[in-house]
C-alpha cells in the first residue's frame, strides 16, 4: 500500500496567458506508515503536491496511484480515495463551511462512514485528541481564535481515520500547549501505522517523528529519502533549495544524532563538545 | 510618542475576549504579546490599531484620549497573512492604494512609495505581480504599504509564523530596523526569534494579563509555561540562563 506519483506534471491555467506550470516530473512513493516531510521555498509546488495527493487536483500529465487507484481513473470512485487520504489545509477558513463546530467536525465522518455512526463518541473523541473545549462546538467556526480553528480542521479529518493524512502547514498559530497536544496525535497515529505527509518550515517540530524528507524547489524533486541522508547531506545546504536550517539540525547533523528524539542528550552532547557554550547563568 | 491602554474592555456578543487591561507602548521600544490560543491577542492588537472599537475603557496617544479613527493614523496593522491584504496587481500599485486612501497628492506618491519600499528593501521589485513574490516579500510588501501611509506604531500578528526561515529573517531584519528608526513595535507571537526582537513580552490569557515583564528579568516557572516551545529555550533553560534573556541566547546559538 502506497501512493506514487509517476512523472507527475501540473499545470495551473493550461492554454491562457497566465499559464504556470507548478510540478514538473515528480517521481514519488510514499510508502504505507512513514512520516515523510515536504520542504521547499514559496512557490515550489509544495502546496499543488499535497492537493494532488487525494484527488482535489489531478495530474495534467502523468499519474498519481493511491493503494492502486489511479486519481484520474474514472471508473474509480473518487470518494474511496478521499476516505483513505483525509487533507487539512493550509488555511483552515477555507475548508469550513458549515454554521457549527459541531457539524463541521462530523461532515466528514458522516459522508465516509454513512449516518450509522456513534456521533458522540467521535466528537468526544475528537475534542480530547485535539484538545478542544465542549463549550465550543455550538459555535460558529468563523468566530474562533486562529489556533482554535486550525485544531478543528484536524480535528474534522480524524472523525473518520483515513489511512494518509495530509497536512499543509499544521502548526501554524498553535501555541505551545496546541502544539504538545498535537505532537502526541501525531506521535499516536504514527504508531499505529498512519501514513502521514506533511508539509512544513517547522523542522524542529518535526524532525523527531519524520522518516523521510522531501524538497521542492520550481516544482522539481530536489531531495527524496531517508532522514539521515537528509541531516547528513541536504542540511549543509538547504540555502540553495531557497530554505534555511536550524540550530537544532546543525546539532544534528554536527553530532551524527538523526533521531533527534532526545533534546536533552542533544543539548548535553553539544555543550560537552563545546559547540554551543553556557553563557552566564540565571539571574 | 506614547500610546497607552487603560482598563481597556471588548467582548465579543457574550464572551469577554480583553478584560480590562492596562499596558503602555513607546516609540523605539517593541513590545511581544504572548498567550495560549483564544488569550484575546489578536483582538488586542486589532483594539490597538483602531479596527475594532472598544467596549470600555481608554486609549490615550501622548496623554490624549483617542478613538479609533485617530488610532488607524498613527498604528497600522500587519496580519499573519500577507495575502489578506495585498490588493494590488504590482508592488508599486499596492502601495499606492494607502496613498490614495488618504488623498496623497498624486506628484507626491511616487516619492512616498519609493521611499516606504526602500525602507523594506523592495524598491527594485516594484513592478513584479505581488503573487510571484516569496513570502517573505509579501511580508515586506504588506509592512511597506502600512508604512507609506505614515504610522508611528506598527501592530503585527504573527508576521512570520507562515513564512520559511529565510523570509522569516528577512522580515525580522526589516522589523529590526524599524524599530531602531523609531517605531514602536507590537507584535502577537508564539515565535522566540519575533520574541527575541521585543524588549518587553506581555502574557495574556483569558483576555488578562498574567505577566508584563521586560525581557532578560522576571523569569518563574509559572511564567515559562507560557513561553513557545522551542529548542533554543530549552538549551537557555538547560543552562539555567534566564530563557528570557533570548539576546544573549540566540547569540550562543549562532555558532558556525
Known amino acids: ?283 | 510618542m506614547k500610546l497607552e491602554i487603560k482598563g481597556l474592555k471588548f467582548s465579543y456578543d457574550d464572551h469577554i475576549a480583553i478584560d480590562s487591561i492596562d499596558a503602555s507602548f513607546e516609540t523605539g521600544r517593541a513590545v511581544g504579546i504572548v498567550g495560549p490560543n483564544g488569550s484575546g491577542k489578536t483582538t488586542l492588537l486589532k483594539l490597538i490599531a483602531g479596527i475594532l472599537p472598544a467596549s470600555d475603557g481608554e486609549i490615550l496617544l501622548d496623554g490624549f484620549i483617542v478613538g479609533p479613527n485617530e488610532l488607524r493614523k498613527h498604528v497600522g496593522y500587519v496580519f499573519q497573512n500577507p495575502d489578506n491584504q495585498i490588493i494590488g496587481s504590482t508592488v508599486l500599485e499596492d502601495v499606492a492604494f494607502g496613498l490614495e486612501n488618504i488623498g496623497m497628492p498624486r506628484e507626491k506618491m511616487l516619492e512616498r512609495i519609493r521611499w516606504a519600499l526602500e525602507k523594506v528593501e523592495m524598491w527594485e521589485l516594484r513592478e513584479r505581480n505581488p503573487s510571484t513574490l516569496s513570502g517573505g516579500q509579501k511580508q515586506r510588501l504588506a509592512v511597506a504599504s502600512m508604512l507609506a501611509v505614515g504610522p508611528t506604531f506598527l501592530a503585527l500578528d504573527e508576521p512570520t509564523s507562515m513564512l520559511d526561515m529565510k523570509g522569516r529573517e528577512e522580515v525580522l531584519v526589516v522589523l529590526k530596523k524599524l524599530k531602531a528608526e523609531g517605531h514602536g513595535i507590537i507584535i502577537a507571537t508564539h515565535d522566540v526569534y519575533e520574541m527575541l526582537l521585543c524588549d518587553e513580552i506581555l502574557v495574556l490569557d483569558e483576555g488578562k494579563v498574567r505577566f508584563y515583564v521586560t525581557l532578560g528579568s522576571g523569569w518563574s516557572e509559572e511564567l515559562a509555561k507560557y513561553l513557545p516551545e522551542s529548542f533554543e529555550i530549552k538549551i537557555a533553560d538547560f543552562c539555567g540562563v534566564n530563557p528570557l534573556n533570548l539576546r544573549e541566547l540566540i547569540h550562543v546559538g549562532d555558532f558556525t
Not at chain 1, 520542504?39 to 515550489?44: A, E, F, K, P, Q
Not at chain 1, 463518541?121 to 480530547?128: D, G, N, Q, S, V
Not at chain 1, 523521510?212 to 540553495?240: W, Y
Request: hydrophobic share 40%.
Open chain 1, 1 to 283: 500500500m502506497a501512493i506514487s506519483l509517476e512523472r507527475v506534471s501540473y499545470v495551473y491555467s493550461r492554454g491562457t496567458p497566465f499559464q504556470w506550470c507548478a510540478l514538473r516530473d515528480v517521481d514519488l512513493r510514499i510508502k504505507e506508515g512513514t512520516v515523510a516531510c515536504v520542504l521547499g521555498g514559496t512557490g515550489s509546488g509544495k502546496t499543488t503536491l499535497a492537493l494532488l495527493l487525494n484527488g482535489i487536483l489531478r495530474p495534467t500529465t502523468g499519474r498519481v496511484i493511491v493503494d492502486g487507484m489511479d486519481t484520474k481513473d474514472k471508473t474509480v470512485d473518487i470518494r474511496e480515495i478521499r476516505r483513505r487520504v483525509g487533507m487539512v489545509m493550509q488555511y483552515p477558513e477555507h475548508q469550513f463551511f458549515l454554521p457549527t463546530v459541531r457539524e463541521e467536525l462530523l461532515y466528514a465522518a458522516r459522508n465516509y462512514l454513512g449516518d450509522e455512526i456513534d456521533e458522540e463518541r467521535i466528537l468526544e473523541k475528537i475534542c480530547e485528541i485535539v484538545d478542544l473545549d465542549r463549550h465550543l462546538l455550538e459555535k460558529n467556526p468563523f468566530e474562533l481564535s486562529g489556533g482554535e480553528k486550525r485544531r478543528i480542521a484536524i480535528g474534522s479529518i480524524l472523525g473518520y481515520d483515513p489511512a494518509y493524512l495530509v497536512m499543509d502547514e499544521p502548526t501554524v498559530g498553535l501555541d505551545s500547549t496546541g502544539k504538545k497536544a498535537f505532537r502526541e496525535v501525531l506521535v499516536s497515529m504514527k504508531e499505529r501505522g498512519k501514513t502521514l505527509v506533511i508539509i512544513t518550515h517547522d523542522l524542529d517540530f518535526f524532525v523527531s517523528l519524520a522518516d523521510e524528507f522531501v524538497v521542492l524547489k520550481e516544482g522539481k524533486v530536489m531531495f527524496s529519502g531517508r532522514k539521515g541522508d537528509f541531516i547528513k547531506n541536504i542540511v549543509p545546504k538547504l540555502e540553495e533549495y531557497g530554505l534555511k536550517s536550524t540550530l537544532k539540525l546543525r546539532l544534528m547533523g554536527n553530532l551524527k544524532d538523526f533521531s533527534g528524539i532526545d533534546e536533552d542528550e542533544l543539548i548535553i552532547r553539544a555543550l560537552s563538545k563545546g559547540l554551543i557554550t553556557c553563557p552566564s547563568s540565571r539571574e
